[in-house]
């Protein structure tokens, strides 16, 4: 699966499509408060295996991490279309700005425009 087919069957699964370029819509915010928490989500199952597992990742875990990260690409998938911008640019404008940086030896340090 590509990242466009992907993104093409994410949107056919948003419940609340519309208000494509506009910021301030119910259909934007879901998306981005969905982003978060299912990003929260992840994070979440990550302290418990700190907390609980003595930070030993079992195969049970690994599955749920994994599909919690299906969740958070679902969200990025359905956002990239509210930007109208295919997955697949979002990802390799990303691979591009990292390749870039780590040329010029700034892949450490801050600032989005290293
Ligand atoms: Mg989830």
């Known amino acids: 699966m590509t990242f466009d087919e992907y993104q093409a069957a994410a949107e056919a699964t948003n419940l609340t499509p ?13 998306k981005v408060l969905g982003l978060v928490g299912e990003s929260g989500e992840f994070a979440d199952k990550v302290k418990k295996i700190l907390r609980d597992d003595n930070a030993q990742m079992s195969e049970e875990k690994r599955q749920l991490l994994i599909k919690e990260l299906g969740d958070v690409l679902w969200y990025i998938a359905v956002l990239a279309k509210h930007l109208d911008v295919p997955l697949e640019e979002v990802a390799k404008r990303n691979i591009d700005k990292l390749a870039s940086r780590n040329e010029r030896g700034k892949l450490r340090g801050s600032g989005d425009n290293r």
């Open 18 to 30: 519309g208000d494509l370029g506009k910021v301030m819509s119910v259909s934007f915010m879901d």
